[in-house]
């Protein structure tokens, strides 16, 4: 059996549940059911969500706003304490339209 971990605050992410959520939720739409299966069993995690592509838009657009953030700052990926600055972790780019459901985390 895995040992209990103790779980430390990590500022900016979700809560582990829901991380393990999407998860079951991208393997499903991925037409991967026995995965999504052995995964919710292990985490006794209930899926709150339906098949869906939600983790990997997420990804995508986290993906995206580091590239930009690169660009904008490249030299917060050569700072010699790994620290970044408040404005690099906050841009305000505007999400693809594609993507703009995203916003409203709640649904």
């Known amino acids: 059996m895995m ?3 103790e779980e430390q605050e990590t ?6 549940e829901e991380v393990l959520q999407l998860i079951i ?11 999504a299966q052995v995964i919710a ?13 939600r983790l990997a ?3 995508y657009l986290g993906t995206k706003a580091e590239t930009v953030n690169e660009d904008i700052h490249p030299s ?6 790994g620290e970044e600055e408040e404005e690099d972790r906050c ?6 339209t594609k993507y703009s459901m995203l916003l409203n985390l709640n649904n």
């Open 76 to 81: 917060a990926a050569d700072e010699e304490d």
């Open 41 to 53: 069993e292990s985490t006794n995690i209930t899926p709150a969500y339906s098949a869906s592509s």
């Open 11 to 16: 500022p900016n992410t979700l809560e582990k």
């Open 57 to 59: 838009e997420l990804l």
């Open 25 to 35: 939720s991208q393997l499903q739409f991925y037409d991967l059911e026995n995965a």
């Open 3 to 5: 040992e209990e971990v």
């Open 91 to 96: 841009l305000n780019i505007e999400p693809d």
